[in-house]
């Protein structure tokens, strides 16, 4: 039943996500309002509490140096993902196939093969973004870069293979902003300002990808049977038709709709071997 196969949707659906909070700037500003400095707010893929692990003990780790200063690893911001659900209100029929040609005749330009991947499964993958800064202004400058794109959803257009799915557009839903202050501790402990961030990503997961022979001819015999009331053959059973249905046209074989026909060749089995057909366009 299952096999080894990777499409990497989850992971391009985790680099979309976090691709659209890779340019946050924060401004630093003089007393008279002049602009000192700008500041690129870093990302990283971490749940909350190595996040925050990280900043109580990054000092300890480089000593007493001024880089290590809290002032000067924050601001920051960091996700993880917090769930992936089924979602039954996306899902199409999961029969329906999705082609491509995957194999063409340089000299012909005769499709030779193609491949072919049931239908997308839909997921939600939920995501969680914390941004700490030392000063509520820095965090403020933050959330209001991010708040006003989400209303509540902000789509993205993901490609998630190059071969049958181009570019899909997946809505990013903003759930909940939720502010993490810590007023309390001890006096000698810097004070961070968190803002953790629920989001949904409207995402699909998709199945293996199978490669196909085209289809050219068909070959189809009937035969004549008699039943019993129980359903059992009796009696003489022999061919009664044959039925040869192939793509035709001006170049033969290399010939594919709409460029070319079908021709049927209907022979019908007896004393006198009859053949009749036609050929459709």
């Known amino acids: 039943m299952f096999e080894k196969f990777y499409n990497e949707t989850i992971r391009r659906t985790v680099i979309g996500f976090g691709s659209l909070f890779d340019d946050i700037y924060i401004k630093r500003k003089n007393k008279d309002g002049t602009v000192a400095k700008e500041i690129l707010v870093p990302i990283t893929y971490s749940a909350k509490e190595k996040f925050l692990r990280m900043l109580r003990e990054y000092p300890l780790l480089k000593g007493a140096s001024t880089n290590s200063h809290i002032g000067n690893i924050l601001p920051r911001m960091g996700f993880s993902i917090t769930s992936i659900d089924y979602d039954g209100s996306r899902k199409r029929n999961t029969i329906i196939k999705r082609a491509v040609d995957s194999s063409v005749d ?4 005769l499709v030779l093969e193609n491949k072919t991947e049931f239908s997308e499964v839909p997921y939600n993958i939920g995501f ?3 941004v700490a800064a030392r000063t509520t202004d820095d965090a403020l400058q933050i959330v209001e870069q991010i708040l006003p794109y989400f209303t509540p959803e902000f789509t993205i257009s993901v490609n998630y293979t190059s071969e049958l799915n ?5 809505p990013i839903i903003l759930n909940s902003v939720t502010p993490e202050i810590e007023y309390e501790g001890d006096t000698a ?8 961030m629920s989001f949904t990503a409207l995402t699909y997961l998709f199945s293996p990808t199978k490669t196909n022979k085209i289809i050219r001819s068909t070959d189809i015999t009937t035969f ?12 003489p059973t022999g061919a009664a038709s044959r039925s040869i249905a192939s ?4 170049s033969g074989a290399s010939s594919m709709p709409p460029n070319a026909s079908i021709t049927t060749s209907v022979f019908s089995f007896g004393t006198d071997l009859s053949i009749t057909g036609g050929t459709h366009a």
């Open 106 to 109: 340089s000299s012909s330009g």
């Open 166 to 170: 181009t570019n899909i557009d997946v």
């Open 247 to 250: 793509i035709t046209g001006p």
């Open 224 to 235: 004549f049977s008699s039943f019993n009331q129980d359903g059992s053959i009796t009696g």
């Open 128 to 130: 969680q973004l914390n």
């Open 189 to 196: 402990d810097e004070r961070t300002v968190i803002f953790n």
